[in-house]
């Protein structure tokens, strides 16, 4: 019988091994909820459609229903005749499988190949040297303006000590400060304010030079407001309010 208010699909006698999950039912008549299993999922050959489906044991159920589940598995439609007969058909399966396929934007260009791409960076870095940060240090870095910061109203210049660092380590930011200040990213001069330098070893064993700007983020004006906590704002707000 077909239910279009049921919506599990139900079986009198198990049609398979029972298994362990359960739903809470309710009769129509308001009947006590009871905990009933699923049996284990069937193969289903119907008007041409083959689909794989979990029926619900019921056995106090007085005839087998096929539920809204199944139903739209099937692609069923219910049709109601002036005769006060209602029919049920069923749309043939498609002969062809549409897929859809999402992907990110910059890896569209894959869909139109026609062989495997090769990886051929030591290529691409003969042909392009500027292009590599690797080989092109400091890059596009020594056409970026300074940045200039806005000191807190009575902030005064810190200086910490550099911290202790081994002599590998010492050695291995000297390369790369030797090339920023070549390039005239880096320039010698007097000023009362100091911070230490923390040597970062990469995975390939060189080390770069990455400053410790703490202090200095301190005593600067933030480039962006201090979103405040919501729980703050919302104990602030007067009884009468709401």
């Not at 062989?115 to 940060?133: C, H, I, M, T």
Request: charged share 20%; aromatic share 6%.
């Amino acid at each position: 019988m077909v239910d279009t208010r049921a919506e599990h699909s139900i079986v009198t006698t198990p049609v398979a091994p029972l298994r362990d999950h359960r739903v809470t039912t309710m009769g129509a008549t308001g009947d006590q909820a009871k905990s009933q299993p699923f049996c284990q999922a069937q193969t289903c050959k119907l008007g041409g459609h083959i689909v794989s489906h979990e029926f619900l044991y019921l056995p106090d159920c007085p005839i087998p229903l096929l539920g809204r589940d199944l139903l739209t598995k099937l692609v069923a439609q219910i049709s109601f005749e002036p005769s006060d007969q209602a029919t049920m058909s069923l749309q043939p399966p498609p002969e062809g499988l549409i897929l859809s396929i999402t992907i990110l934007r910059e890896e569209e260009w894959r869909l139109y190949g026609t062989g495997s791409v090769k990886q051929n960076l030591e290529g691409y870095r003969a042909d392009f040297p500027e292009v590599w940060g690797e080989d092109n240090l400091p890059g596009l870095a020594k056409h970026k303006a300074p940045v200039l910061v806005e000191l807190r109203p009575g902030a005064q210049p810190q200086r910490l000590r550099q911290y202790p660092i081994t002599r590998e380590a010492r050695s291995g930011i000297q390369k790369h400060l030797a090339h920023l200040r070549a390039a005239g990213i880096l320039v010698e001069c007097q000023s009362p304010w100091n911070t230490p330098l923390l040597p970062v070893r990469k995975s390939n064993g060189e080390y770069w030079p990455v400053q410790d700007l703490r202090v200095v983020n301190q005593a600067t004006v933030s480039l962006h407001p201090i979103i405040p906590n919501p729980y703050t704002l919302l104990s602030q707000l007067p009884l009468e309010a709401g």
